[in-house]
């Protein structure tokens, strides 16, 4: 299990109440599925992850499936959400 902090930008950091959290994940999908069930009480948290592109230690995730994303130990994920046209 590795450790590193979830970075959240934009619309993102407004939905999760919060600029930046700890992750304890091997995979992405694992670290954006712990992210969901902190913040099941915000109601835009969910779907604003769901519109988002990603960064794992500064490389784009593109359309990789997040479980294939392995995090690094001290590692950082980069939530960035649409930044125009349209809502986040």
């Known amino acids: ?3 590193g902090t979830i970075r959240y930008w934009a619309a993102a950091k ?3 109440g919060i600029a930046e959290e700890r992750y304890e994940a091997m995979t992405l999908a694992d670290a ?3 992210a ?3 913040h099941t009480a ?3 948290f969910a779907r604003v992850l769901s519109r988002s592109s990603y ?3 500064g490389d784009p995730v593109g359309k990789r499936a997040h479980e294939t994303v392995r995090l690094s130990e ?3 994920v980069e939530v960035l959400p649409p930044f125009a046209g349209g809502s986040a």
């Open 1 to 3: 299990m590795a450790s």
């Open 55 to 57: 960064l794992v230690d």
């Open 14 to 16: 407004s939905a999760a």
């Open 36 to 38: 969901r069930a902190r």
């Open 32 to 34: 954006l599925d712990g």
């Open 42 to 44: 915000r109601a835009d």
């Open 74 to 76: 001290g590692g950082t």
